[in-house]
T-cell receptor
Framework: GAVVSQHPSRVICKSGTSVKIECRSL??????MFWYRQFPKQSLMLMAT?????????EQGVEKDKFLINHASLTLSTLTVTSAHPEDSSFYIC????????????FGPGTRLTVT | DAKTTQPNSMESNEEEPVHLPCNHS???????IHWYRQLPSQGPEYVIH???SNVNNRMASLAIAEDRKSSTLILHRATLRDAAVYYC??????????????FGKGTKLSVIP
């Protein structure tokens, strides 16, 4: 199957700072990327959907000014958590699908964010 | 979105078959049944999907009831590596937001050595 990578795999930052998470599709062009958040012992919650070259579509309740998503190329999307607070500590997971893929969606390994 | 219902947890002995059930009584005619699994501290991975007929692949089998209101994911010989949370998800490829996957709570499968 296709490979999606995320970097970093884990990050610790101080409250009030910003942190950027990268999501890359390594062997296919990702026309659509998704960002999820998962709190401990809970399921994945979709945060936003982004199509290459377009603005991301955010799910209800997700602050677009706090979670900045950029999908500037067909292999890279970034999620920037701005002015992070301890309640933003979570497991962030991206997934990607390529043009022509009808059902395949490939997930990254996730990024563990801890805000102190 | 049509919802799915899965048991919170299940246990299996290693090397034995596992049947993971999923109820989806409000499934529409165009909904595909997808299964993903998530190993601890990892992103989900695709397992299998189907529409009406039973499906087999190298990872598992998917048995779909004739009325499509339920399905069962079958792992033929559970290994310790199969310990994960298994998600049963309905997706309509023709609808708006059709590529989104909505995750429920899934079934946490424990495999006993």
């Amino acid at each position: 199957g296709a490979v999606v990578s995320q970097h970093p795999s884990r990050v610790i930052c101080k409250s009030g700072t910003s942190v950027k998470i990268e999501c890359r599709s390594l062997d296919f062009q990702a026309t659509t990327m998704f960002w999820y958040r998962q709190f401990p012992k809970q399921s994945l919650m979709l945060m936003a959907t982004s199509n290459e070259g377009s603005k991301a579509t955010y799910e209800q309740g997700v602050e677009k000014d706090k979670f900045l998503i950029n999908h500037a190329s067909l292999t890279l999307s970034t999620l920037t958590v701005t002015s992070a607070h301890p309640e933003d500590s979570s497991f962030y997971i991206c997934s990607a699908r390529g043009g022509g893929m009808t059902y395949e969606q490939y997930f990254g390994p996730g990024t563990r964010l801890t805000v102190t | 979105d049509a919802k799915t219902t899965q048991p919170n947890s299940m246990e299996s002995n290693e090397e034995e078959p596992v049947h993971l059930p999923c109820n989806h009584s409000t499934i529409s005619g165009t909904d595909y049944i997808h299964w993903y699994r998530q190993l601890p501290s990892q992103g989900p991975e695709y397992v299998i999907h189907g529409l009406t007929s039973n499906v087999n692949n190298r990872m598992a089998s998917l048995a779909i009831a004739e009325d499509r209101k339920s399905s069962t994911l079958i792992l033929h010989r559970a290994t310790l590596r199969d310990a994960a949370v298994y998600y049963c998800i309905l997706r309509d490829p023709s609808g708006a937001g059709s590529y989104q996957l909505t995750f429920g709570k899934g079934t946490k499968l424990s495999v006993i050595p």
